[in-house]
């Protein structure tokens, strides 16, 4: 059973517009997420990342969101851009553990 | 971009035969990885090292072995391989172990087994 869960595949989103990707986790213990952008042929890239003991960390037009009681992090990409079009993944670890990674949610950014 | 080399990129192969993926890294980094990625699966961790030598299994271990014989190399075999190594296989590394540093992903090697 998968302890960190993207259940949205794939997410058109028009130029410009607000990209919200969605993340879900089992372990209530998880106390360090982050998201990485995976271009086709290309290898994850590191995006943003947020600890457990806050609830937002923002780089850019990234902010992460963390909401501990609800085990759910999002992503939100504000303004979309074309470039922004990529699959991401959420990764989730328990200090001392490695890394889990979600299944991935490919966004489309459409101009 | 972090110094990380794979090798091969690509490779087609035949059931049953062995299947070496090599990773080099130019940043000194301690902690290396090795990650399948598959649909819906995301990217899973086979073997990790925590130091030269010193090499551990992580969730999709079976089937595949490691070694680390200097900081810089990370080799990934496939004894026999099967169909379902199938695969999109990346090598990562992080100055930072068990999940509190950042991991820097290097380009990927896909294996086809026939």
């Not at chain 1, 997410?11 to 998201?35: A, H, K, P």
């Not at chain 1, 003991?53 to 909401?67: A, C, M, P, Q, S």
């Not at chain 2, 190399?73 to 190594?85: C, M, N």
């Not at chain 2, 950042?102 to 090697?109: A, D, H, N, T, V």
């Amino acid at each position: 059973d998968q302890q960190v869960k993207q259940n949205s595949p794939s997410l058109s989103v028009q130029e410009g517009r607000i990209s919200i990707l969605n993340c879900d986790y089992t372990n209530s213990m998880f106390d360090y997420f982050l998201w990485y952008k995976k271009y086709p042929a290309e290898g994850p890239t590191f995006l943003i990342s947020i600890s457990s003991i806050k609830d937002k960390n923002e780089d850019g037009r990234f902010t992460v969101f963390l909401n501990k009681s609800a085990k759910h992090l999002s992503l939100h990409i504000v303004p979309s851009q074309p470039g922004d079009s990529a699959v991401y993944f959420c990764a989730a670890s328990l200090y001392g553990q490695n890394f889990v990674f979600g299944p991935g949610t490919r966004l489309s950014v459409l101009p | 971009d972090a110094g990380i080399t794979q090798s091969p990129r690509h490779k087609v192969t035949e059931t049953g035969t062995p299947v070496t993926l090599r990773c080099h890294q130019t940043e000194n980094h301690r902690y290396m990885y090795w990650y399948r990625q598959d649909p819906g699966h995301g990217l899973r961790l086979i073997h990790y090292s925590y130091g030269v030598k010193d090499t551990d299994k992580g969730e999709v271990s079976d089937g595949y072995s490691v070694s680390r014989s200097k900081t810089e190399d990370f080799l990934l075999t496939l004894e026999s391989a099967t169909s379902s190594q199938t695969s999109v296989y990346f090598c990562a590394i992080s100055e930072q172990g068990g999940g509190t540093g950042e991991l820097f992903f290097g380009e990927g090697s896909r294996l086809t087994v026939l």
